[in-house]
């Protein structure tokens, strides 16, 4: 039985999320499909993570296993050629038994982007939040700098995240190991986040109350204060998903 594992990017403008559910198209579903047509036989894809309706990714990880003999290049070549065009494969490799995409993950990072200018061009619409009321930027570099490191980051996790019945070593804690936020362009911003695991919408949260932040609605204080409460109803709105991007999986 052979370990193969995909290296993923897509679009997720209107697909429901990554993982395969009864009702809704999702890329874990597409891919799989595809995937059973090649081999001849099921196949179950593990992904390195859940991304959200909207979300997308330049860096996806998934393995599966499979008896069938396709080389690499052959099997990216024909999912491509079955996949949607908002799904490449971008490589295919075959590693060892012990690879899980997920459990062996060591680190992720993520993107948020926004455009802040009056008017947002078209096509920048489906992968930037538009954000015009950034009128104190100066207060985010601050409330970055107080979430680097370890933390409980329970404040920014959404309900469901995980069974909180179910004792954790960890809980909510979370190391991040980079967090930054950069102009990439005229009046486009890119929030990075680096971490060793990621709570249900939590670069969501954590953009939205930083945006807060940035509006002047929410001082340096304010936001210390939210990420120790351990209570999301202290933090702010969930940023849509549309702007958010999974760049890279560590291994």
């Not at 969930?238 to 702007?243: I, M, W």
Request: with cysteine; proline share 5%; hydrophobic share 35%.
């Amino acid at each position: 039985m052979r370990n193969i594992q995909l290296t993923i990017a897509y679009d997720g403008t209107g697909y429901s999320g990554w993982q395969r559910q009864k009702n809704g198209i999702t890329i874990q579903g597409e891919i799989e499909q595809r995937l059973q047509l090649i081999t001849n036989s099921p196949i179950t894809l593990y992904g390195a993570g859940r991304t959200d309706a909207g979300v997308h990714a330049r860096g996806m990880v998934a393995n599966f296993h499979t008896e069938a003999t396709i080389p690499s290049p052959t099997l990216i070549r024909g999912l491509n050629g079955l996949l949607p065009r908002a799904i490449r494969i971008l490589d295919a490799c075959e590693v060892g038994p012990g690879f899980h995409a997920r459990f062996s993950a060591k680190s992720k990072t993520y993107t948020y982007s926004l455009f802040t200018g009056p008017i947002q061009p078209p096509m920048d619409s489906l992968y930037c939040l538009h954000f015009p009321q950034l009128t104190h930027q100066e207060r985010i570099q601050p409330c970055l700098e107080k979430i680097r490191g370890t933390h409980d980051f329970a404040s920014f996790e959404a309900s469901g995240s995980r069974n909180l019945n179910v004792a954790s070593s960890r809980g909510a804690v979370r190391t991040l190991q980079e967090a930054t936020f950069t102009q990439i362009a005229p009046k486009t911003y890119r929030f990075q986040f680096t971490a060793d695991g990621f709570l249900r919408h939590m670069v969501r949260n954590l953009v939205g109350t930083l945006l807060e932040a940035g509006k002047g609605r929410r001082s340096l204080q304010a936001f210390e204060d939210t990420l120790l409460a351990g209570k999301r109803s202290e933090a702010g709105p969930t940023a849509p998903a549309h702007g958010l991007v999974l760049e890279k999986i560590f291994y």
